[in-house]
Structure formats: C-alpha cells, structure tokens
C-alpha cells in the first residue's frame, strides 16, 4: 500500500512539473512576472513532492 501511495505522488509530481512548464512558457510569452513566480513555486512544489515520494518509495524498500 505504500508503495501505491509512493508511485501516486511521483505522478503527481510529475503532472504538476508539466503543468508547471506549461505555466512557465506562457508566463515567459506574456512577460508576466507574476505569473511567471508562479510557476516557479509550482515547480519548487513538483520537485518536494518527488523528493517526498521517492523517500517513501526508499523507505518502503528498506522495510
């Protein structure tokens, strides 16, 4: 059951980093510095949440 919840945020993270560039191309596009700071958190939030999820996957091994 770990394991699933482990692979369920590594997808997450990974949708959220795609989400994130799409964010970034548009915000560089329009030349929107706010938005643009947007999608930076949003890729900060992306690469904690795969940290977050390959630790657990680690974990789960070591168990």
Known sequence: MKKARGLFGLA?????????FSGLKVAREKKDKLALANAIAS???AITGAALAARALRKDELA
Request: zero cysteines.
């Open 43 to 45: 890729f900060v939030v």
């Open 12 to 20: 997450g993270a990974v949708v959220g980093a795609v989400g994130a």
